[in-house]
């Protein structure tokens, strides 16, 4: 059995790796070889025209929790398994979350624009208790940003493909048909689902019309999932009153987007999750995935590549 790893990892992390991969053989690589052919499973990215020839490929483990950059064509309609680092991040994306509501809630970058110009500006700002947010996506994410809420007193929505799964922290929980009622009804959207066929632009004109003028909409998950124009245009008319985007349509995101100089909105830059301790956990995922593949076990967060995540 051979187990090819790609990305850089130091003599440690790649000494676990081979005690945990019992009995095969493990490669580790920046790029791809040609003896991918022989390869029973890849840690990364397979580009397309070298899967056609991987004709030993059982198993591809995605480092990242979202797996849109390496859902190929190919690799969607080959038999190979796709697993994935879902939940390697999910504390700290709820976290950041957390953390733009607070800042959109207040309107922090008032604060920190008087603090450059040493300026005691006071004002009168909101705050969470009482509001409700909508969170689109309820993965590991959303279900650890959906307690975080609670703890702030604040009233949940909650929306996602399988609307009958129960979901702790959530005060309701609706179904793609009411969706007009989850955006009419939210202080805060938050997007913590992945970018797939189906969520791809879900949030355009017609969708950002519906929320109150009040509203803020915040992304921490993919781009893409909100149409940049009509976004930009919802927020220059006023029909919502803010944003925090932490993940955006084109990363880096360009010096000339308008995103950078919009009054209402706050801009990370996709950094929500970056912490070691992320890292961390992603790597006790591979390690448990390469010796459950090992010892011909079940694997962990098997993606349904029809579905996207």
């Known amino acids: 059995m051979r187990i090819i790893v790609t990305g850089g990892h130091d003599d440690l992390a790649r000494d676990r790796i081979r005690r945990a991969a019992t009995g095969a053989r493990v490669e580790f690589t920046t790029d791809l070889p040609p003896v991918i052919e022989l390869a029973d499973a890849v840690v990364g990215h397979v580009p397309d025209p070298l899967l056609a020839g991987a004709r030993r490929l059982r198993w591809v483990h995605s480092p990242a929790a979202g797996v849109d950059a390496v859902l190929s064509d190919g690799l969607l309609a080959s038999d190979v398994t796709l697993t994935s680092s879902a939940g390697n991040g999910a504390i700290p994306l709820a976290e950041h979350a957390m953390m733009l509501l607070l800042m959109l809630s207040r309107d922090a970058p008032r604060w920190l624009r008087a603090q450059a110009e040493r300026r005691w500006d006071r004002h009168v700002h909101g705050e969470l208790a009482g509001r409700t947010v909508g969170l689109y996506g309820l993965g590991n994410a959303g279900l650890d940003l959906a307690a975080k809420a609670k703890a702030f007193h604040m009233r949940v929505l909650g929306m996602r493909r399988r609307s009958g799964t129960p979901a702790p922290g959530v005060d309701e929980l609706l179904g793609q048909d009411e969706f007009p009622r989850f955006l009419a009804e939210s202080d805060f959207v938050v997007v913590t689902a992945p970018l797939t066929a189906a969520t791809a ?16 909409f915040v992304c921490v998950s ?12 919802a927020l220059r008319r006023g029909e919502i009153a803010g944003a925090g985007l932490d993940a955006h349509s084109v990363e880096p995101l360009p010096q000339d987007s308008p995103f950078w100089s919009l009054p209402n909105i706050i801009v990370t830059p996709h950094n929500g999750a970056t912490t070691q ?14 010796a459950r593949f090992t010892r011909g076990e079940p694997l962990r967060n098997v993606v349904d590549k029809t579905a996207g995540y």
Request: net charge negative; aromatic share 8%; with cysteine.
């Open 222 to 233: 993919r781009g893409g999932i909100a149409d940049d124009e009509a976004l930009l245009d």
């Open 277 to 290: 301790e992320t890292t961390r956990r992603g790597f006790d995922i591979l390690l448990d995935n390469v």
């Open 201 to 216: 632009g879900q949030f355009g004109r017609e969708a950002f019309a519906a929320m109150k003028r009040t509203a803020c």
